[in-house]
């Protein structure tokens, strides 16, 4: 952390103590300040349109994200908010100034967030799941994460996900990483069947962790997938976060099976009652030799979601619980986000990866920096091919626009990272067509009835 930074977060903090006490008591006309405060610590960096209506909103107190914000404020734990807003405020600030450098520096994408996995081993089996068939005894060694987010730093990087196999099965190591790179934030995904409470006291000590617990509706629909008991465990570890004051959300795999149970209006009011902030959804992809094609979501069921998380986000109907959707939110982000745009994804073996779901890669950290496979040939096709669609309710080059992906890996020369069995491009790809054929039309017809966002796209290769 530099001396600026460190002085930043001096400063921030003294005038944080006592804004979120007077916050938590008077929301309406504080949350405007907090809001003031942020865009000033900002220095303009955030738009003036989102700002505007970030305070227009804090003053209506039927609006659904000043209810969320009201319960943060209320039920975390001050201590622990003021260090979230710290580091994901000020290393958003510093981090991005020096994503958006380094990309015009290098000619190549940046990523604002990196996700990799501390281990593939895990202490459940669930259905469908590609890490399933990982080697359980491919592991990053402490110092190899700490020098990925070092390397990361360096370019800009300010924010975490750990993903695998089961990231606490290496809590140890993952919270050393955490404590000693302060001005990060680290988005741990888990099952939860390690959050003890013993661990959760040093979690909240560390104070730059949050959790996305895995969860899929019912405990029938839940255990069906992750195996008998995974529901009360996954509840009883949330009444611990939640007891100790501290943010968490849920990482939810969405197919054709449970689809309508995590999108319940029981489910939603369950989850927010349980102290869940956040939810990230995903669609099931077809990744690895066990892959269950017919897990896919139907054209019909995504289309309902795409609706679904509109309905859910709506400021006056929705829900106080915030829901992103990597695949249906394509047009918030301008597309494909993989091969360092936004993010790229570390196994446990060490292949930098374009996508968590897309296992090729030319590159692996015991032989390549981070700068260096983001210059390689496979993140530089992705590079230069983003967005792979006009549409961005196809944003992705493997699960929308197969032929896509095909071609990259082809003529990169990059190969299968599966760590059990060998998945060439060819073999992947053919258990996506089917399915891209058929979402094509609805994709088209959705895009062109509903208005879209318009993202800022200038971190397209050759389109500023």
Not at 50 to 63: C, F, P, Q
Not at 219 to 231: C, F, I, L, T, V
Request: charged share 25%; aromatic share 8%; hydrophobic share 35%.
């Amino acid at each position: 952390m530099t001396i600026k930074e460190q002085l930043q977060r001096c400063g921030a903090s003294v005038v944080l103590r006592p804004l979120l006490h007077y916050v938590a008591k008077n929301p309406g006309p504080n949350l405007v300040k907090l809001v003031e405060l942020v865009d000033r610590v900002g220095g303009g960096e955030f738009p003036e349109k989102t700002m505007t209506a970030l305070k227009k909103g804090a003053l209506d107190e039927d609006n659904v994200w000043v209810r969320m914000a009201t319960n943060l404020l209320r039920d975390t734990d001050k201590k622990h908010t003021r260090q979230l807003l710290m580091t994901v405020g000020l290393g958003a600030l510093n981090g991005t100034k020096l994503v958006r450098a380094n990309r015009e520096k290098y000619n190549c994408n940046i990523p604002f967030q990196i996700l990799f996995d501390p281990t593939s081993a895990c202490n459940l089996k669930c259905k469908g799941c590609w890490a399933g068939e990982y080697d359980k005894h491919n592991n990053l060694s402490l110092a190899q994460m700490d020098d990925i987010v070092r390397q990361a730093k360096a370019l800009g990087t300010r924010m975490f996900m750990l993903t695998g196999g089961e990231p606490l099965m290496r809590a140890d190591d993952v919270l050393t990483v955490a404590r000693k790179h302060r001005e990060c934030y680290f988005v741990i995904y888990t099952n939860a069947t390690l959050l003890t409470d013993e661990l959760v006291k040093r979690v909240k000590k560390c104070g730059n962790i949050t959790f996305a617990i895995s969860m899929e509706g019912t405990p029938e629909s839940n255990d069906a997938r992750r195996g008998k008991g995974a529901y009360l465990r996954s509840v009883k570890a949330m009444e611990r976060l939640q007891n100790t004051g501290l943010l968490f959300g849920i990482s939810v795999c969405y197919t054709r099976d449970n689809i309508a149970a995590v999108t319940s209006d029981a489910f939603m009011q369950d989850m927010i009652a349980r102290g869940v902030r956040f939810g990230l959804y995903f669609q099931y992809m077809p990744v690895g030799a066990k892959a269950d094609v017919e897990l896919i979501p139907t054209p019909a069921q995504r289309e309902e979601m795409y609706h679904w998380l509109r309905r859910t986000r709506n400021g006056k109907t929705g829900n106080p619980m915030f829901v992103m959707d990597f695949q249906n939110d394509g047009a918030y982000v301008g597309g494909c986000i993989a091969a360092g745009r936004n993010y790229f994804h570390i196994n446990a073996a060490g292949d930098i990866e374009p996508c968590v779901f897309i296992h090729y890669a030319d590159s692996n950290i015991r032989e390549h920096t981070l700068l260096e496979a983001l210059q390689r040939p496979l993140f530089q096709a992705f590079y230069k091919g983003q967005p792979f669609c006009d549409n961005h309710l196809k944003p992705c080059p493997m699960l929308e626009n197969p032929h896509i992906l095909r071609e990259m890996v082809n003529c990169t020369g990059a190969c299968s990272t599966d760590q059990i069995a060998q998945e060439d491009v060819e073999t992947l790809c053919s258990k996506c067509d089917a399915y891209a054929a058929d979402w094509h039309p609805v994709a088209e017809r959705i895009w062109a009835e509903n208005p879209q966002p318009k993202p800022k796209t200038q971190y397209y290769a050759g389109k500023k």
